[in-house]
T-cell receptor, first 112, second 113 residues
Framework: EDKVVQSPLSLVVHEGDTVTLNCSYE??????LLWYKQEKKAPTFLFML??SGIEKKSGRLSSILDKKELFSILNITATQTGDSAVYLC????????????WGAGTKLIIKP | NAGVMQNPRHLVRRRGQEARLRCSPM?????VYWYRQLPEEGLKFMVY????????ESGMPKERFSAEFPKEGPSILRIQQVVRGDSAAYFC???????????FGPGTRLTVT
């Protein structure tokens, strides 16, 4: 059965710290891995990764995919209170109409 | 360029009534996805539609739930004879193709009393 597992489930750090969120997956026919940020509203798209080893970067956020070991990490440097959110990982499976299989999310709390 | 629109944002229904949730995808997007999210839980896929076609409804309960995406107008998620367990946030997402990232609407929070 396809699955996406995120860790940790929750994380509390202080402003300025760097955090690394993990997403591992098992899908039949991998197409892409996506990261979203969800505050108290709809998920907002962060990154889509399809190739191994190529880092995607946006400001203080970056992400990389390892298709051999079947995982991705999302890094946030110099965290701010506005980074507090649930970070969701989803994987597209070509064998399931490209349906996205979602992880449960990592709840990140940044303390001032 | 307007994002994904959903309405209503909040909907209160009594047990046994019908709930109709609407979703207008982003301009140029012909693929629509509906998700349900319970408090403190992850997103659960319900149904994937293209214009006039249901592509995948494997996540949608067989009874009381239906979805459509007509040639003209928004996509509709319809829940008949609602029960308390249907209370959740229902998100719609759209994409220009099935291989692209999905963009989410603000969601409809359904409360069944």
């Amino acid at each position: 059965e396809d699955k996406v597992v995120q860790s940790p489930l929750s994380l509390v750090v202080h402003e300025g710290d760097t955090v690394t969120l993990n997403c591992s997956y098992e899908v039949t026919n991998f197409r892409s891995l996506l990261w979203y940020k969800q505050e108290k509203k709809a998920p907002t798209f962060l990154f889509m990764l399809t190739s191994s080893g190529i880092e995607k970067k946006s400001g203080r956020l970056s992400s990389i995919l390892d298709k051999k070991e079947l995982f991705s990490i999302l890094n946030i440097t110099a965290t701010q209170t506005g980074d507090s959110a649930v970070y969701l990982c989803a994987v597209g499976d070509m064998d399931s109409n490209y349906q996205l299989i979602w992880g449960a999310g990592t709840k990140l709390i940044i303390k001032p | 360029n307007a994002g994904v629109m959903q309405n209503p944002r909040h909907l209160v229904r009594r047990r046994g009534q019908e709930a109709r949730l609407r979703c207008s995808p982003m301009k140029g997007h012909s693929h629509v996805y509906w998700y349900r999210q319970l408090p403190e839980e992850g997103l659960k896929f319900m149904v994937y539609l293209q214009k006039e076609n249901i592509i995948d409804e494997s996540g949608m309960p067989k009874e009381r739930f239906s979805a459509e995406f007509p040639k003209e107008g928004p996509s509709i998620l319809r829940i008949q004879q609602v029960v308390r367990g249907d209370s959740a946030a229902y998100f719609c997402a759209s994409s220009p193709s099935r291989t692209n990232e999905q963009y989410f609407g603000p969601g409809t929070r359904l409360t069944v009393t």
